[in-house]
C-alpha cells in the first residue's frame, strides 16, 4: 500500500509547542487524520483535515497540510505531560474504501 | 463521543486453538467495521473491512480463513483467529463506523493484547 511515514520520536519541554510530521505518498489522499493513542487505551482522533484545505486550528491543536509535499504536521501550542502519548498520522481515499492508512505512530515525550 | 468496546482486553493461549475477539459499538449502529493489527513498533495495518450482513473484504496477504470475521448485526463484529501461533501475537483493534467511510469518524475499541504460547 502507499506509505505514510512518521518520524519515531519526540521529546518537548512542557509549555512548549510540539509539531510533529507526517509525509504521505498517496496523491488521491481525501483526509488526513491525527490520532493520539495513549497507554492501554485505545486510539482518540484529534482532528482530520480534508485534503483540499491547507490549514485547521482547534485550541492547541493546528494542524497544516501541504498538498503539493505530501506534507502533513501537528501543532501543539503549551504542551502539557498528559500530551504524552503515540500520535499517529493517517490517510484515506475512496480508493481503499475510507479504511485508515497509518504511520508508525511518534512517541511524544513532554517532561517538565 | 460514540463508544465501541473489545473483549477480551487480554488473552493468552496456547498454540492451536482458537480464539474470538467481540468488537461492539455502545451507542452507535456501525454500517462498517475495520479490524487492525498494531505490531510493536510498527503501524496499524487494516486486516479486513466488513459491512454489516456481507462478507469481510480483507487486505492483500491476510488469510481469511485464518482471521474469520462476522459482522452479524450493526453493534457487533467479531474476529476469530483459528489455529493459532506464536506469530499470530499482536494487538488487535476494530474500530466501527455509523457511515461508509469519508467524514464518518471511525470510533476505536481499547484493542485486544493476544498473546500465543
Known amino acids: 500500500g502507499e506509505d505514510v511515514e512518521q518520524s519515531l520520536f519526540l521529546s518537548v519541554r512542557e509549555g512548549d509547542s510540539s509539531v510533529i510530521n507526517c509525509t504521505y505518498t498517496d496523491s488521491s489522499s481525501t483526509y488526513l487524520y491525527w490520532y493520539k493513542q495513549e497507554p492501554g487505551a485505545g486510539l482518540q482522533l484529534l482532528t482530520y483535515?480534508?485534503?483540499?484545505?491547507d490549514m485547521k486550528q482547534d485550541q492547541r491543536l493546528t494542524v497544516l497540510l501541504n498538498k503539493k509535499d505530501k506534507h502533513l504536521s501537528l501543532r501543539i501550542a503549551d504542551t502539557q505531560t498528559g500530551d504524552s502519548a503515540i500520535y499517529f498520522c493517517?490517510?484515506?481515499?475512496?480508493?481503499?474504501?475510507?479504511?485508515?492508512?497509518f504511520g508508525k505512530g511518534t512517541s511524544l515525550l513532554v517532561t517538565p | 463521543g460514540a463508544v465501541v468496546s473489545q473483549h477480551p482486553s487480554r488473552v493468552i493461549c496456547k498454540s492451536g486453538t482458537s480464539v474470538k475477539i467481540e468488537c461492539r459499538s455502545l451507542?452507535?449502529?456501525?454500517?462498517?467495521m475495520f479490524w487492525y493489527r498494531q505490531f510493536p513498533k510498527k503501524s496499524l495495518m487494516l486486516m479486513a473491512t466488513?459491512?454489516?450482513?456481507?462478507?469481510?473484504?480483507?487486505e492483500q496477504g491476510v488469510e481469511k480463513d485464518k482471521f474469520l470475521i462476522n459482522h452479524a448485526s450493526l453493534t457487533l463484529s467479531t474476529l476469530t483467529v483459528t489455529s493459532a501461533h506464536p506469530e499470530d501475537s499482536s494487538f488487535y483493534i476494530c474500530s466501527g463506523t455509523p457511515g461508509a467511510g469519508g467524514t464518518d469518524t471511525q470510533y476505536f475499541g481499547p484493542g485486544t493484547r493476544l498473546t500465543v504460547l
Open positions: 466488513s459491512n454489516e450482513g456481507s462478507k469481510a473484504t480483507y
Open positions: 483535515i480534508f485534503s483540499n484545505m
Open positions: 451507542d452507535f449502529q456501525a454500517t462498517t
Open positions: 493517517a490517510e484515506s481515499n475512496t480508493n481503499s474504501g475510507y479504511a485508515l492508512n
